[in-house]
């Protein structure tokens, strides 16, 4: 009799190994001798020699020491701290841009298979510079007052002297050279105005942040309308997502004059925003959102549109009491809807249904039990908001399957 026991590995192993494919998460998968192990900084193709960092009863993970058989698209990273001991922002830096963009379409491609068992195929579009994107960030000071962000998997400040994903306008290198207080959270946002603000807040605990420069609330530009987004409300850390995701959702929902739409976590009103032309006097958008800060934001913002309401509480408890829309627009948190959701949605019976996601396994999920509620897929467009990192922003279209 065989033993299908699997071989063990243990924490500071150095091995030899073929690096597979991507996982969902930023990680590439190896096996040695049966163990299966996440690498960090690895390509697929690639052979590497790897030092094991953890270790589980389903999978280990890894870093790579040594890169024995290079992979064409293999770059050098164009940020110092981006390396198996730096920050842990971004995972991607080592991986050409083009090459990035392919292997986020794989793990779309494998969720949607693994998860919905639907077989799609997208290309991850390309949105802009690679660098010098990123508008909101949280960075942390160390023990000794330094700023930095944390290591990968880890409660470690590395103090940084620049972050080259962050725009310009943040000047992160001159906050970089000032003295701050130790293990202090410094979270950071910039406006398209040229508005910044900060606000410190402890390191560990969830201590609300206390703001400490600039407004409190930021104005952004969008569509040649001012939103005002207060420091502790969500809004698009890319640059241009908020045009892009605005143009690709009116794109799919094709709102009419006279419409009744729900755009569910609508925050501070991104999206109804846009919408307000469409509908017209005669038709209507309801905002749904959970935060309190986004809702008084949003109401701020639509005080003088009288076809715009705005609805504070949980989406999954408010959405029963809708008995009619014409289109919904969802832009949930990363956790994605759920079931719950998704069967109101089908229950109202929009004609439409357009839903942003930056998790594709949770897309994936929703987008399984919505076939089963009677929608269908039936676009994606997927958009690299994220580059040099793993994550990725997806466009859904879901239309009601016709019965014949």
């Not at 590497?48 to 064409?72: H, K, M, W, Y």
């Not at 990968?152 to 103090?159: A, K, M």
């Not at 290198?173 to 000032?178: P, R, T």
Request: glycine share 6%.
């Amino acid at each position: 009799m065989t033993s299908s026991k699997k071989t063990r590995v243990a924490v500071g192993d150095v091995l030899d190994v073929e690096i597979e494919k991507i996982a969902h998460g930023g990680h590439f998968i190896a096996r040695h001798d049966g163990a299966v192990i996440f690498i960090r900084h690895a390509i697929p193709g690639e052979r590497c020699r790897i030092q094991i960092t953890s270790t589980g009863s389903s999978f280990n993970r890894a870093d790579v020491l040594e890169v024995l058989q290079q992979s064409p698209d293999r770059v050098n990273a164009p940020c110092s701290f981006s390396h198996r001991l730096g920050c842990g922002g971004c995972d991607f830096q080592h991986i050409s841009i083009a090459r990035q963009r392919r292997l986020k379409a794989e793990v779309i491609a494998e969720q949607f298979l693994r998860i919905a068992k639907m077989t799609i195929n997208v290309e991850v579009e390309e949105i802009g510079d690679p660098l010098h994107w990123r508008t909101r960030a949280i960075a942390t000071t160390n023990h000794q007052g330094k700023l930095g962000f944390y290591g990968s998997r880890s409660h470690s400040v590395i103090p940084i002297n620049d972050c080259l994903i962050l725009t310009d306008e943040m000047r992160i290198s001159e906050l970089a050279a000032k003295s701050w207080k130790a293990d202090t959270r410094v979270e950071i946002a910039v406006s398209s105005t040229g508005e910044r603000n900060i606000a410190l807040a402890p390191s560990r605990g969830a201590e609300k942040a206390r703001l400490t420069e600039g407004p409190q609330v930021l104005r952004e530009e969008v569509a040649g309308r001012t939103l005002e987004v207060s420091q502790e409300s969500f809004w698009q850390s890319h640059k241009r997502a908020p045009e892009v995701l605005t143009r690709i959702v009116l794109d799919f929902a094709h709102v009419q004059e006279g419409e009744r739409v729900l755009d569910l976590y609508g925050g501070v009103g991104l999206f109804t925003s846009a919408l307000i032309p469409l509908v017209g006097e005669s038709g209507s958008v309801e905002l749904f959102e959970g935060s309190k800060t986004a809702t008084s934001d949003a109401i701020r913002n639509f005080s003088n549109d009288s076809n715009v309401k705005v609805i504070v509480g949980d989406v999954a408890k408010l959405i029963p009491r809708v008995t009619d829309a014409d289109v919904i627009i969802l832009d949930p948190p990363r956790e994605g809807a759920g079931k719950l959701v998704l069967s109101e949605i089908a229950r109202i019976k929009p004609r439409a249904v357009v839903y942003v996601a930056c998790d594709p396994a949770a897309l994936a999920r929703d987008s399984a039990y919505f076939l089963e509620l009677g929608y269908s897929l039936v676009k994606i467009r997927a958009l690299d908001l994220f580059p040099m990192t793993h994550h990725i922003e997806c466009v859904a279209m879901y239309l009601p399957i016709k019965v014949s």
